[in-house]
């Protein structure tokens, strides 16, 4: 059995050397390197066309998100390029993953699962099958269920517009029978196009996204070295952007098993907020104690705006945990007797335990 690479194809580059190219197609430039072909297929699974190469902003071929046309939110880790079906919105077929030799488990992203003005959903199921064609795992993404929230780009923001979206799939057994897998729209609404990106065609990622709906500032909690593999150390950066508290401040990160029941938004409260006194705060992650893992202490105080204060979280070496999502929001205390935000809650971190 030949193992493909254990690597992420971001799309950004060719194996070969060389940028990709904004509708370029691709159909076996992986296939050396990581032992994987790309087609759109019909209900059928007849060839329809080759996929093509995305790149964020104009032309508008993929989706329409929060900061414009085929415009992650900031902090998704999915870098200038992604894989879409077409040259236009309008779902046109499945994506097929094609191996050369089987493996055992896959991860990747998909953009933008939202839900649209109308009330229609976006949905993708994502299936591992072996040699035969029977189902040997299944994924299903679909738009989160909440609020809709601003942007200061305007736009319909519908729940999940603009986030990646983590699948992860793997063989019950553990053995390689995983031969294709298949992206294939399941959801309601028109109008939609592809974007899949970070593909880690013979493991499980470590990743990390971002996500909150603009109540705690974007960039209040980041990723700053490391990694959420087994047996790997992740850094998390906790800052203020804003400044409101007092350098020398505390800051923490808490992770939990669940997002808060609004995700990819929070539930707010008074007080909670960066802003300023009294600005509300968003719980971007379950603090009931079945799902809440022990916080993370800082390493070193916080030093003020732009210089994030440095929370380690060791992943153990563990295989059971590879592929398991987890949640994690970031914290700050000012002790300051004075201090108008004596709390201060960050942007949510969403982590898949990679392999």
């Keep these: 059995m030949k193992e493909a690479d254990a690597q992420v194809i971001d799309f950004e580059t060719f194996p070969a050397g060389g940028s990709t190219g904004d509708m370029e197609e691709i159909s076996n430039q ?10 759109i297929v019909d209900s059928e699974e007849k060839f329809v066309r080759y996929p093509l190469i995305a790149k964020v902003g104009p032309p508008l071929t993929a989706f329409y998100g929060c900061p414009g046309e085929d415009q992650p939110l900031p902090g998704q880790g999915v870098g200038q390029s992604f894989l879409t079906d077409d040259d236009q919105l309008g779902y046109t077929g499945s994506l097929l993953v094609t191996y050369a030799d089987p493996v055992v488990e896959a991860s990747g992203v998909i953009l933008d699962v939202d839900i ?4 229609q959903f976006e949905e993708w199921t994502v299936i591992a099958r072996n040699a035969a064609g029977a189902t040997v795992d299944f994924d299903v993404i679909s738009a989160p269920v909440g609020p809709a929230y601003s942007c200061s780009a305007g736009g319909f923001l519908g729940p999940g517009d603009s986030l990646a979206f983590q699948w992860t799939l793997r063989s019950p057994a553990m053995i390689a029978e995983i031969q294709s897998i298949l992206i294939e729209f399941t959801g309601n609404a028109t109008a939609v196009g592809l974007a899949f990106d970070n593909f880690s065609p013979s493991s499980v990622g470590a990743a990390a996204t971002s996500y909150g709906c603009e109540v705690n500032p974007v960039g209040s909690l980041t990723v700053l070295a490391g990694s959420s593999s087994v047996g790997d150390v992740v850094v998390f950066g906790v800052d203020n952007p804003f400044g409101t508290q007092s ?3 505390l800051p923490l990160v808490l992770l939990s098993l669940a997002a808060d029941a ?7 409260f008074p007080g909670l907020g960066m802003a300023g006194a009294g600005a509300p705060g968003e719980v971007l ?3 009931g104690s079945a799902n809440l893992v022990k916080p993370f202490l ?3 105080l916080w030093a003020g705006p732009g210089s994030p204060a440095p929370v ?3 992943f153990p070496e563990a295989p059971e945990l590879v592929g398991l999502k987890v949640y994690a929001q970031g914290v700050i205390l000012d002790q300051s007797p004075s201090s108008a935000v004596p709390i201060g809650l960050t942007n949510g971190m969403a982590i898949v335990v990679g392999g």
């Design 262 to 268: 609004a995700f990819p938004c929070g539930t707010q």
């Design 247 to 249: 350098v020398g401040s």
């Design 30 to 39: 992986y296939m050396q390197s990581a032992g994987v072909s790309f087609a």
């Design 285 to 287: 992650i379950d603090l």
């Design 312 to 314: 380690l979280a060791a």
């Design 116 to 119: 649209h003005s109308t009330g």
């Design 298 to 300: 800082f390493n070193a």
